[in-house]
């Protein structure tokens, strides 16, 4: 009688042993969750589960036997549940790092941020504005270079030497290497920043012969820096050389400019001012656009300062020195030369009180323009 108990024992046992190796490798392998779901169910289903079938083999146990074997069941039971749990936090980790070292964008995906189209800085809009006008006056662009020498910069300008405009104070000096030069005995080449664009008078009045209209525009360079100057900002230079010319033509051309800018009738007055490279000199003011005096509100005018004029450039009927400086016969022509800033004729067209704003290129200042 006591064989079949043995047996019954000892199936049971050996049952457990071998379901104990198939699900662990079956746990293992399992691909996903449902896969380990479903060997889980293969071990321990309540109908069909292979432990319900060793199980049987209970009733050939004997009663004495029978704590003993169902603890070795229960045992059982409670690892492979242990298994099923450890498995399925194990996959949990590895969903979560797959998911952490894949790639945080889906490059597929639209542009949330629409792109917006850029347009030209309201600057360089006034230079391309302002230099149509000169075009359609006669007036040929030419470029010239913002790295100058102090000759094409002052000296053939005549600046006398020592010009204050000349002083470490004004203008920015570029130290110059040759190559083999040792970087640490840098050698004084007087050359500079333009600071205006005067300098592209003396290199085109230098190679060629009048007669000549041009205009340049580009950026020049100042040691100054306040809420209506920048170290670097943008003039355009006109001039003209040719037999008989005379004050006259230059305030011509300059009234047709300003009717150009700011309308028919623009009034415009020469001051006699001084610049080196001009005789006679003259600053030219155009009428104040902003306020009139028929509406009365000149009174308070912030941009004339209430005096119905604004300043806005220098002129002069080039000094013979200087075409003498850069071969043409004084005897025989003349010249007139004028130069603006441009952001001046930007800040007066729009109304932006500080020329910071023309360089901070604040999104929301830029597209308004
Ligand atoms: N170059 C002068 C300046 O920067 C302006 C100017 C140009 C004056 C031409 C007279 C003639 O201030």
């Not at 399992?30 to 293969?42: F, I, S, T, V």
């Not at 917006?116 to 470029?143: C, K, N, S, Y």
């Amino acid at each position: 009688m006591t064989a079949p108990a043995a047996d019954a024992v000892t199936a049971i046992e050996e049952g457990l042993a071998a379901l104990g190796t198939r699900y662990r490798d079956a746990f293992a392998g399992a691909a996903d969750e449902q896969a380990l779901r479903d060997a889980q169910a293969a071990v321990l289903g309540k109908k069909k589960g292979e432990l319900t079938r060793v199980m049987a083999l209970m009733r050939d146990v004997p009663k004495e036997a029978r704590p003993e074997v169902g603890a070795k069941v229960n045992t059982f039971k409670q690892g492979v549940q242990e298994a099923f749990q450890s498995r399925l936090q194990e996959m949990a980790r590895e969903a979560r790092n797959a998911d952490l070292n894949a790639s945080p964008f889906d490059l597929s995906l639209p542009g949330r941020l629409e792109l917006g189209r850029g347009h030209l800085h309201p600057v360089h809009q006034t230079r391309d504005d302002l230099l149509t006008i000169f075009r359609d006056l006669g007036f040929e662009v030419v470029a010239g270079p913002e790295v100058e020498t102090e000759a094409n910069n002052f000296t053939k300008l005549a600046f006398p030497p020592d010009h204050p405009a000349t002083d470490m104070q004004d203008t920015f000096w570029v130290d110059v290497l040759e190559s083999g030069d040792d970087p640490r005995s840098v050698r004084d080449g007087k050359v500079l920043l333009r600071t205006h664009t005067s300098n592209t008078q003396i290199r085109v009045m230098s190679q060629r012969t009048p007669p000549m209209a041009v205009v340049s525009a580009g950026a020049v360079y100042r040691r100054d820096d306040d809420l209506t100057h920048s170290p670097m900002f943008h003039q355009i230079e006109g001039f003209l050389v040719d037999e008989n010319v005379s004050l006259a033509h230059l305030k011509g051309v300059l009234t047709s400019f300003a009717e150009a800018l700011y309308g028919p009738g623009t009034p415009v007055r020469l001051r006699p001012s001084y610049f080196p490279f001009v005789e006679p000199g003259a600053e030219v003011d155009i009428g104040c656009v902003f306020c009139s005096e028929s509406d009365g509100s000149r009174s308070s005018c912030k941009v004339c300062k209430t005096t119905g004029w604004v300043e806005v450039l220098g002129c002069g009927m080039i000094h013979p020195e200087v075409l003498t400086h850069c071969g043409i016969d004084s005897e025989k022509y003349t010249g007139y030369a004028f130069g603006f800033g441009v952001e001046r004729i930007a800040m007066l067209r729009y109304g932006i009180p500080s020329i910071k704003l023309l360089f901070e290129n604040d999104p929301r200042f830029i597209e308004q323009f």
